[in-house]
């Protein structure tokens, strides 16, 4: 493979890796999740996880800016885990990651594959080949051309991947697998799909990731993405509102709103005008959605990242959409092992999404 020229671990598309714990670096804390096989087929157990905070812009936009911290943090992350397994698989953000699909004639040997497909990445590659880590897979037959096969192409530059692998190294964790967010995403999006009815078949659902800085919006259908959207919104802002309205330092306003014991007008003031314009803005999503593709309703929203677990946020936006509307939980369909806090597991669920979809990538899907 050409990711073997490379002294980096590059596997965005792969499908399988021995025994190896998922690590999301994001920009407010480092999550955890390891998973191991049940003895019931296709489910999993979930042995640990844990979320450790970053300090305030140690990574910021998918940047890691201050390594020694997500390095610190990681290693506290994973102590606190418990666990014995040191390789890991981590993920690159979308803006990082080109990805692209193109044809080749079907029936080259390995080595010619590589090539071509370097000379084709060229073309779409903004940077020099060197400068980056390119995979593919092939996808099968092209749909309109049975002498070709459909191939999916997915690079990033040295320095993005290198930066992950180094925190992780000063960590002294090994990465084995380097996934992209939005595919480890919807590899855990697998296990809420089987919690809808009939899987939501034919249907459109909204996987709404409302993190700290980012909502993001990725409309899938039959587990496809279809359409994406990143907004400039998240639970920063709503620690931000509390800090001014109440005078608060950063660290007591962010305490208030997860544990509870602000002023009494807090939810009429602050919580409330929030969770709306969180509602309005899924709204908008939504409609954008329909006015740029060929799909007119969307069947379920399923909110993700650690700001779904606001109060009554679920309510707020199925009244706004009128559409059904549940908060993700990848491992409602998992054994929990005894570990496992089970309370504290429905509030921290809906932001392990992405770790708990590299944790899967321990495992043959098929
Ligand atoms: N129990 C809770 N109640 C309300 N908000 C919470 C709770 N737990 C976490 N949050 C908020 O969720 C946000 C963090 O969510 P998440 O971990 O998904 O973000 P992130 O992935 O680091 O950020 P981003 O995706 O924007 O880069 C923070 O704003 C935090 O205050
Ligand atoms: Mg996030």
Redesign the pocket.
Known sequence: MIKDKLNIPLDFLYTKTPSLIGVDI????IKIVELSESTKKNSYVLERYAIEPLPINAVSDGNVNDMEAASECMRRAWKRMGTRIKKISLALPAAAVISKKIFLPSGLNEKDMEHQVEAEANQYIPFAIDEVNLDFQVLGPAPSNSAEVEILLAASRNVNVEDRVAVAEVAGLKVVVMDVEHYAAEMAFEQIRMQLPGGALDQCVALV?I????MNVNILHNGQSVYMRDQQM???QL?QHIQSTFGLSTEEA?TG??NGGLPENYESDVLIPFRESLADEVYRAMQLFFTSTQFNEISYIVLA???A??PNLGDAVATRTQVKTLIANPFAQMTLSERIKKRQLQ?DAP?LMIACGLAMRRFDPS
């Open positions: 994001c920009s407010s804390s990731d993190g700290a800085h980012v998240g639970g920063e620690t962010e709103k997860i990242g650690g700001s677990a606001l509030i932001a």
